[in-house]
């Protein structure tokens, strides 16, 4: 049987980047600091391409133009971001991660805070795009609230840079799409029906709380504190190594002891980061702060 | 007596009583062996000849080949065409998973022999592919320890199917290890009852080990390494979908279990080894495995 370790193939020879495409890289890179790796240009270039269409723009050349100079270059400039940023997401779409948060980790830590007199649960949805994630994480740790979770107060902390994405998230009505692995009794038990639409009720938008944040803002990233647990899915993609590293670093002093990193489904830090270390749950992977024992022993 | 070792003298003397103890097809030990050298050096004929001694296997070989899994356009109608279309590598993987699939009991209230094989041949895989990633000494000694580590399933699938049955189900239930869940109902794992075969098969030295003490195998002797290895590979696929038909819920660190420590000692490499990326290759594995044993299983 042939090993599959090969089979991972990239997207090809490609043709050489358009400079004016590196250009707008750059750009991006050194306001934003995010960074699009040459096989992510072609993403970059679909995003430039939505704006141009709205500005009724020909060519790259002229595109870069209108975001490195004159009075509309920092408007535009986050328009693009927002394009850039727009994630695809839905309710519930990583089970496998999301049955390791509810059966795994959060009796985890509920042990691990067994000493501690308050009864607090901080989750932060790192790069929230359009609020399908911590709201999913709200219905999450409601569906707990009289079992594991009972006298347990939860907090979710919701960003991200886009404040489109972040208008929708706190609107919180979502179509079939993004609903679309929604159960059924979730449906009736954390959402209204608005015409055609979903719309989260009280009780599901209750304890989260979204704000605008750029995970390159150093000031700010040290502020997020304490927390348990750190989803941030596909979202440091598109960060170049150097900022990956700061972000990285931050969530690890922002993380309590025993607490965990989750990344997208198929994110990694390898190469990136040395002080978190990756555990396995069953069908996904996390990563924890560094030796410490775990909960329940060890066992092969 | 406790239950529990009254349930391994109760397996002791079966497993001496049958006289119809699971055999493994004569061709498959020489096969397997011939099969584990360097490529290069071995000869298409001489696997011919050896197949073509087991009417079954080389039935198998050639349906096969013949089947979509392997989409040729002209139909093999050979062994020596059937041995050239599906490659040393999945000749001894069906030839190998011919041999125990017929061996096992087709009872699917417990432990799915399909599932079973699915885990074993996925071990293999991994234990091949982390052997050669971190310059272990013998990928293809690597990948038969993977394949062979769960023989006592077998043995307890097929000496005590009731016992073995209740092991699963509360390994189900409360989603620990299987070996965990054998313990305690049969005061034995498989690693026990899966070296009594070993050795009554006269199994090479260090498969013997690996079937032993693959689930602690700092108690291994000569071949630390090899068993640790195992370990590992088994501990990734179990995690991954590849497991037992049920989920452990736990969380594992492979850089925390006794075999990564025992494994360093033997590979430099495996310090900077992207178990991430093995992960999500596992996925890879995990549609591969599946084809080829079902496809096997149909056959």
Known sequence: ??????????????????????????????????????????????????????????????????????????????????????????????????????????????????????????????????????YTLRMLTLEEASGQLRDWSIEILATDLNERSLAHAQEGAYGSYSTRNLAPAYRGKYFTEHGDKLQVNAVTRSNISFSRLNLSDDSRMTFMKSLDVIFCCNVLIYFDLASKQRVIQHFFNNLLPHGYLFLGHSESLYGVNDDFRLVHFPGATAYVKGDRAIPGGKRS | ??????????????????????????????????????????????????????????????????????GRAQPVQSLRGAVMSLGFHHVSDIAMSCGVLNML???????????????????????????????????????????????????????????????????????????????????????????????????????????????????????????????LADLLCRMSGLNYGYIELRQVSLMEESGFAVLEKHSTALKDFDWARLTFELDSYMDEVHSLVRAIYRT
């Open chain 2, 105 to 231: 009991p087709s009872d699917k209230t417990s432990l799915d022999p399909v599932v079973f094989w699915e885990h074993s041949l996925g071990c293999a895989l991994v234990c091949r592919h982390l052997a050669r990633k971190i310059n272990f000494s013998d990928p293809g000694k690597a990948y038969l320890a993977g394949l062979l580590h769960d023989l006592g399933i077998i043995v307890n699938l097929w000496v005590l199917p009731k016992e073995f049955r209740a092991a699963w189900e509360i390994g189900k239930a409360e989603g620990i290890p299987l070996h965990e869940a054998e313990l305690r109902v049969l005061g034995f794992s498989h690693s026990e009852s899966g070296r009594l075969l070993a050795e009554r098969w006269e199994l090479a030295p260090e498969l013997i080990e690996v079937v032993s003490h693959h689930h602690f195998p700092e108690k291994a002797s000569e071949h630390q390494g090899l068993v640790a290895l195992v370990q």
């Open chain 1, 1 to 134: 049987m042939s090993s599959a370790a090969s089979i991972r193939t990239g997207a090809g020879a490609e043709a050489p980047a358009d400079p004016e495409l590196v250009r707008i890289r750059d750009v991006i890179y050194k306001a934003a600091g995010i960074f699009h790796p040459d096989t992510k240009l072609r993403l970059l270039q679909d995003r430039c391409g939505r704006r141009m269409k709205e500005l009724g723009m020909a060519s790259l050349r002229e595109y870069s133009e209108r975001i490195t100079a004159g009075p509309k270059a920092q408007p535009e400039l986050v328009s693009l971001l927002n394009e850039i940023t727009i994630g695809e997401t839905s309710f519930f779409r990583n089970q496998p991660q999301l049955e390791a948060l509810r059966r795994i980790v959060i009796p985890n830590i509920i042990q691990a805070k067994a000493h501690i007199p308050i009864r607090r649960l901080r989750i932060w949805s790192a790069g929230c795009s359009t609020g399908e994630e911590p």
């Open chain 2, 1 to 70: 007596m406790t239950p529990a070792t009254a349930t391994k003298q109760v397996l002791l003397q079966r497993l001496e009583g049958l006289r119809q103890i699971p055999t493994i097809p004569a061709v498959l030990a020489p096969l397997l062996r011939y099969l584990q050298q360097p490529v290069e050096q071995i000869d298409v004929q001489k696997v011919t000849d050896l197949i073509s001694q087991d009417k079954s296997l080389a039935a198998q070989c050639l349906q096969m080949a013949n089947s979509p899994l392997f």
